[in-house]
């Protein structure tokens, strides 16, 4: 189980908030981020104190004193306008390369934790809501840090030292700024985050359902058109794009009212501040140079402040993303992991024993498994046919614990298999599945995906046992042709015999392949077939199909009935 999914487990008994629960996740990283913060902070304090010495000096210089009195302001002006940008460019590095990592860290996480959901626990998530999720959710873990955490902090210290400072010269000013301040720095983002509320779910709603319209229509093009059926499919596309096109417009429209008030207690804290300032002057209890301070920083202390707005509306929609993730954290795996796994041996070939197997997709509905019997003997290879729902794919997903069982008994190297790691059962028992994919990269890529430490005479042994090395030493680049999304570049047999090679190249003690055939001509099928059993001899094998013909070479051929 990932560190995710545990620290979801005891949630159930008491969640805490979505947003907590991410931001603890991302606290690991506090090291490099502690001194993004610092440093936006020290930017930010850095700009006000360059505009209050300033002023400071400008008016203390029109009163012409000795330069050695203003030495120090003149110093201070110089620094503070070079420390303001090397403080700005110390922001931006660490703060990106803090939040990178640790989004990076968290996207790990957040697939480990998908993982035990695949493939049984997944389909109430559409493919492209689970991108989304993966990809626009995580991504929210940077707003979070940048957007949010930092704006936030710089702030904060930009609007106390203010207060304080004005508070020290002029305590009446003080209170009036620090009033103000408070509300355009509390007030305005939390109605804000109010308002964005509602506007961030339908927005994440929305993104993900578009992200789930384009791949559906991405991978049903030819369906599509084929009935008739693109038109209706781009409209629905377009409705999608046009309400975020519309939730975009109100977020924006409420950051730019927001901004606006904003800028409103910005004039009337200078107007305010200065008022206050000017009767405090006249009546002889503060300086001239003091009163140039006082207004300035009434001024300049808004300007921290101005991001806030956007940081509420982001925060709105991080708050949606930690929800969605939350709940993918919090779907049970369908298979549990048993509390102290047992090891598998290593040594191969290993046998596999089923007894009295019983598994149902749903607890109430029928079994699609019921008192199956099979022995795969370590070695040889053996066929299991059966006609279309007689749950051939079924026993696949419980050989590989993509499925519980809830009666009998599978044993593989004399282990029960629900007292082994789900890791390591598919390390021992894997190959080619039937929604096997191939990845829109090159020829190696795709094998190394089983085996990424192979060597060049690994890969061409494997695409030799599967009849594909021939063709592959044909094509002008090799091994580095690429092929496509899904393999949409090659035959169908040669996409069989890619993902035939890549499992031969895999290794495991136990290969399983299910419907290799899957979609081929009957030519076509029975040459595959041919192959597979020719690369498969020594091997202990479970092949998986609905083809009668071709499998003369089997050592072995059962049949799955009712």
Not at 225 to 246: L, N, T
Not at 417 to 433: E, F, N, P, S
Not at 456 to 472: K, M, S, T, V
Request: overall charge positive; some cysteine; aromatic content about 2%.
């Amino acid at each position: 189980m990932s560190a995710l999914a545990e620290a979801a487990a005891p949630a159930r008994v008491r969640a805490p908030r979505p947003t907590f629960r991410l931001l603890r996740h991302l606290l690991p990283h506090w090291r490099r981020l502690l001194p993004a913060a610092l440093a936006a902070a020290g930017s930010e304090l850095a700009a006000a104190a360059l505009m209050a010495t300033a002023a400071w000096l400008i008016t203390r210089a029109a009163e012409q004193p000795p330069l050695a009195s203003v030495s120090l302001a003149i110093v201070a002006v110089r620094a503070l306008a070079l420390g303001r940008g090397a403080l700005r460019y110390a922001d931006r590095l660490l703060g990106h390369d803090g939040v990178l990592r640790a989004v990076a860290g968290f996207r790990t996480r957040v697939y480990e934790a998908l993982v035990p959901l695949a493939p049984a626990g997944t389909p109430a998530y559409r493919s492209g809501d689970l991108l989304t999720r993966l990809v626009d959710d995580v991504d929210a873990a940077q707003d979070l840090l940048l957007r949010v955490l930092i704006p936030v902090a710089a702030a904060a210290a930009v609007a106390l030292a203010a207060t304080a400072t004005a508070t020290v010269l002029l305590p009446s000013a003080g209170v009036l700024l620090g009033l103000l301040l408070a509300m355009a720095g509390l007030l305005v983002p939390a109605l804000v985050l109010v308002l964005s509320r509602r506007a961030g779910r339908a927005e994440k709603a929305a993104r993900a359902e578009l992200a789930a319209l384009a791949v559906d229509v991405t991978r049903g093009a030819a369906d599509l058109a084929a009935y008739g059926a693109r038109g209706r499919a781009h409209e629905r596309v377009r409705d999608a794009s046009a309400r975020i096109a519309a939730l975009e417009r109100h977020k924006a429209l409420t950051v730019s009212l927001a901004s606006g008030v904003v800028l409103l207690l910005q004039g009337g804290a200078s107007v305010g501040v200065t008022w206050v300032a000017l009767g405090a002057h006249a009546a002889g209890t503060l300086p001239a140079v003091q009163l140039t301070v006082v207004a300035v920083l009434a001024l300049v202390s808004f300007e921290a402040l101005t991001p806030l707005p956007a940081a509420a509306r982001r925060l709105a929609g991080v708050r949606s993303s930690a929800r969605r993730l939350a709940d993918l954290f919090d779907t049970p795996p369908p298979v549990a992991e048993p509390p102290s796994a047992v090891p598998i041996p290593v040594g191969k070939p290993l046998g596999v024993d089923i007894t009295g197997l019983r598994v149902r997709h749903r607890p109430e509905g029928p079994p699609a498994l019921d008192g199956v019997n099979l022995r795969l003997e370590p070695g040889r290879r053996t066929v299991l046919l059966g006609a279309s729902g007689s749950g051939k794919s079924t026993l696949i997903a419980a050989l590989m614990r993509f499925v519980p069982y809830e009666a009998g008994s599978i044993r593989v190297g004399g282990r029960e298999l629900r007292d082994c790691a789900g890791h390591d059962v598919r390390r021992a028992i894997t190959g080619m599945t039937q929604d096997a994919h191939v990845f829109h990269t090159t020829i190696r890529a795709n094998l190394l995906l089983a085996r990424p430490g192979a060597t060049d005479a690994e890969l061409r042994e494997a695409a030799r046992r599967a009849r594909l090395l021939d063709w592959i030493e044909s094509l002008p680049s090799h091994w580095d042709t690429p092929v496509g999304g899904d393999g949409s570049t090659l035959s169908g047999g040669q996409r069989q015999r890619l993902l035939l090679a890549r499992a031969l190249l895999a290794d495991p003690p136990v290969l399983v392949l299910d419907e290799p055939t899957e979609g081929l001509d009957p030519d076509t099928s029975a040459a595959v077939l041919a192959d597979i059993l020719d690369a498969t001899r020594g091997r202990t094998t479970l092949m998986v199909t609905h083809e009668q013909a071709g499998l003369a070479a089997a050592d072995r051929i059962v049949i799955l009935d009712s």
